[in-house]
């Protein structure tokens, strides 16, 4: 399975962005979908996640309420709506697939299986 990440950039503080990640090869299981980040100096952290069927997310508290993540099956693509942008936000986001954590969602790095390379999100303030 491959994941290309796109719609990184340069944004102002308060303005959004929309990420999105398409997954290709062999894609016909069911699989949970996530966005994680890694800021400059820092570990990487956990952004959004979502169900097979698209009727569960999860956010950090850092990005509830600004972020959405949202998935299109038909496209096997997973986007990542980004509101109200922050200075803080300023990260390289990947995207992931869990194959075993289809329904029930997780924010650890560990249980997911493939990676995409990552796009650059900066935000100005």
């Known amino acids: 399975v491959q994941l290309q990440a796109s719609g990184g950039g340069l944004a102002q503080a308060g303005n959004s962005l929309r990420l999105s990640c398409a997954a290709s090869g062999r894609t016909s299981s069911r699989y949970g979908m996530g966005w994680f980040r890694r800021a400059p100096g820092k570990e990487r952290e956990f952004v959004a996640a979502i169900s097979w069927s698209g009727g569960r997310t999860y956010y950090a508290d850092s990005v509830k309420g600004r972020f959405t993540i949202s998935r299109d099956n038909a496209e096997n693509t997973v986007y990542l709506q980004m509101n109200s942008l922050k200075p803080e936000d300023t990260a390289v986001y990947y995207c992931?697939?869990?194959?075993?954590?289809?329904?029930?969602?997780?924010?650890?790095?560990?249980?997911?299986?493939?990676w995409g390379k990552g796009t650059q999100v900066t935000v100005s303030s």
């Open positions: 992931a697939i869990s194959l075993a954590y289809s329904e029930v969602l997780t924010s650890q790095h560990s249980r997911y299986n493939y």
